[in-house]
């Protein structure tokens, strides 16, 4: 719980005594201030087993409360397996190898994995995206039909933002420009 200061109660208290003189009920005027200054968003504790169910509210503060912790472990171990792969890569270097096989080998192993980390970090950035609409309350909904996307999906790709019918409309018209 926050700390109150004494500075803040001394406002609190000069403006129930302000709304008390307008309203003439002192101690409902002090109640009401109190409760609107206090009215601090409390983060929900779920246990690490949690699983949503389809049987709670759609997107409940439980639910999401579990894919904030979701997306951030997996923020977390993707950062970290960037890093380790980065610190390996730039440890690992055959380029001064006298053998051009071992010199090109070198260089394609590298461009693989320069690719993987490049799709990780894009990954990242779908993670922090997903992390804003937890928090403006706008995850688990479709970005185009604002229709729920379900929590079976979001189970399978926490990051998604479109509904399935949405998603296979997208890549149907992707499919279709690609041809061109």
Not at 45 to 55: A, C, E, M, V
Request: with cysteine; glycine share 2%.
């Amino acid at each position: 719980m926050p700390k109150i200061s004494k500075s803040s109660v001394k406002k609190t208290v000069v403006k129930a005594k302000k709304i008390a003189k307008v309203i003439k009920k002192p101690a409902l005027a002090v109640k009401k201030v109190a409760t609107t200054e206090k009215k601090a968003k409390v983060p929900i504790k779920i246990s690490k087993n949690y699983i949503p169910k389809d049987t709670e509210k759609y997107m409940c503060d439980k639910h999401l409360s579990f894919f904030k912790i979701k997306l951030t472990e997996w923020k977390k171990e993707l950062v970290k397996a960037n890093n380790e792969a980065l610190y390996h890569g730039s440890m690992d270097d055959n380029s001064v190898s006298a053998d051009i096989v071992d010199q090109a080998s070198s260089y394609t192993d590298k461009a693989v994995e320069m690719k993987a980390i490049n799709r990780q970090i894009k990954l990242i950035s779908k993670i922090d995206q997903a992390l804003l609409r937890v928090k403006d309350g706008t995850f688990g909904f479709c970005a185009e039909t604002a229709d729920p996307i379900g929590l079976k999906r979001l189970m399978a790709r926490p990051v998604a933002d479109l509904c399935i019918s949405a998603q296979e409309k997208h890549e149907k018209e992707e499919k279709v420009y690609a041809d061109d």
